[in-house]
Structures are given as C-alpha cells and as structure tokens.
C-alpha cells in the first residue's frame, strides 16, 4: 500500500508544478499590459517615492480583489454586468487620458492626484478589470483554487516588478505613456465585445500581436538626453569667485601686497 502511495505522489507533485508553471506563466504574459497601465496611473503622482507607496498599497488592495475573483470566479463568469463595468471603467480611463489636455510638445498628460487614496482605488480597480479575462482563463486551466490563487499571488509579484520597470521607462521614451493608455483601451474593446457577442472577440494571437505593436510604437523614440550645460550654466560664477566677490578689496590687496624686505633682497 505505501509503495502505491509512493508511486502516486511523484506523479501529482510533477503535474501540479506543470500547471502552477502555466499558471505563472499566464500570469506574467497577462500583466504586462496591466503592468503598463498602472505604471501610467502612478505618474500622476510627482513624488517618486510617493508612486511606489502607491503602487505597493494599490497591489495590495488589488491582490484582495483578485482573491475574490477566484473564490467567485464561477459565479461572476455568469453576469454580464461584470464584464460590461470592466470595459466601461477602462473605456472610462482612456477616453479621459486622451481627452486631457496637451502640454507645449503635444504629449498627452493624465489628470494629478495630490493624494494616495485618491490613485489607490483607481489601481486595485484596473487590475480587477484586467483580471475578469485572466482569472476566467486561470480556472479554465485548473480547478484547483489553491494553483490559481499561487498563481495569483507570484502574478501579483510580477506585476509589481514590472510595474516599476515601466515606471522608469516611461521618463525614458516618449510615446510609451500614449501606447499604455492604447492598451487599456483594447483590452476594454475586448470586454465590450465579449458582452455583446462572444463571436465578435478576436482571437487571441490577434490580441497579443496589436498590444505588441503598441508596445513597439511605444518604445520607437527616446526621450532627448538633457544637455550637460544645462546642469551648470555657464554665466554662473563658480563657487569661488562667489567666495572672492565677497572679499573687500582692501583685505584683497593686503593679502597680495609683497613684503618690502623680499624686494630688497632681490635687489
């Protein structure tokens, strides 16, 4: 009987690292997207360590959300309404990153956020809206709620990771901010479809290959490096000449006045 049990265990251990892998896997191709758009959320926040204590309390709130979603994932799969509030919120979000106004180079600009609660609910949400196509997808691979729900929790690490690379990389190229904004965009078609008719939905290399062009579009042009003369202007006076300015003239002409004795020994 325990050689059976011994049999079997290898077996199970072996498919249930299979499919925790497909699991992560899925999980991390999936967030890139919503690694991006929550990135651009966060830059309406100008204090760099405000955007991670925001993007670290908005992942927390959001892991809650997604916890839900896969304890109720059957159950949430059989209302519309869900998916239809999905693609209506990030329909919402984009439609008022592109309808803000420009700055004097013609970049978009999403609204500020002088507080952390007013960008936390606004993150947890996004990746609530992201995750009705993810999570759906993560039980249809496996029934096991405790492998989707790791799954989950390692999705969730990746998405922070990925997050703060975006973070960074968005002062780096110009239309990258734009190309995120056009992802969210899509994914919220693509609920928007599915509501009305599943057979409207493209399919899903479709998908991934139009999110990889905004992606491309999005890394096509750096931003100009700033110029080394801008850091020290070069009419500015230096630290010591500020320092002599300062001197009176007559302590300076006193310091450089030759002795009279070291003239005469010249001579």
Not at 110 to 133: R, V
Request: glycine share 6%; charged share 15%.
């Amino acid at each position: 009987m325990l050689d059976r049990v011994l049999e079997v265990l290898p077996a199970i251990s072996i498919d249930t690292l299979l499919t925790l892998g497909i699991l992560v896997a899925l999980e991390s191709i999936l967030s890139a997207d919503n690694a991006i758009a929550l990135a651009s959320l966060v830059q309406g926040i100008e204090n760099p360590k405000l955007q991670k204590q925001a993007l670290n309390l908005g992942l927390v709130a959001a892991f809650v959300l997604r916890v839900g979603l896969i304890f109720t994932a059957t159950w949430v799969i059989k209302f519309w309404q869900f998916e239809l509030a999905g693609a209506a919120y990030l329909l919402w979000l984009s439609a008022q990153y592109f309808s803000f106004k420009e700055d004097a180079e013609h970049h978009h600009h999403g609204p500020d956020y002088t507080s952390l609660w007013q960008i936390i609910p606004l993150l947890a949400f996004t990746d609530l809206a992201f995750s009705l196509d993810s999570v759906t997808t993560a039980i249809a691979v496996s029934e096991e709620r405790w492998l989707v729900l790791t799954g989950g929790v390692l999705g969730i690490i990746a998405l922070r990771f990925l997050a703060g690379l975006f973070i960074q990389w968005l002062k780096e190229f110009t239309h990258l901010q734009d190309a995120g904004y056009a992802t969210v965009t899509l994914v919220g078609l693509r609920l928007l479809l599915k509501v009305f008719d599943s057979q409207l939905v493209p399919p899903e290399w479709l998908m991934i290959s139009a999110i990889m062009i905004c992606f491309l579009w999005g890394f096509s042009k750096r931003e100009p490096a700033a110029d080394v003369t801008d850091a020290v202007p070069i009419n500015q006076p230096s630290q010591l000449g500020e320092g002599l300015a300062e001197v009176p003239p007559l302590i300076v002409e006193e310091t450089l006045k030759i002795p009279e004795s070291v003239t005469s020994d010249q001579d």
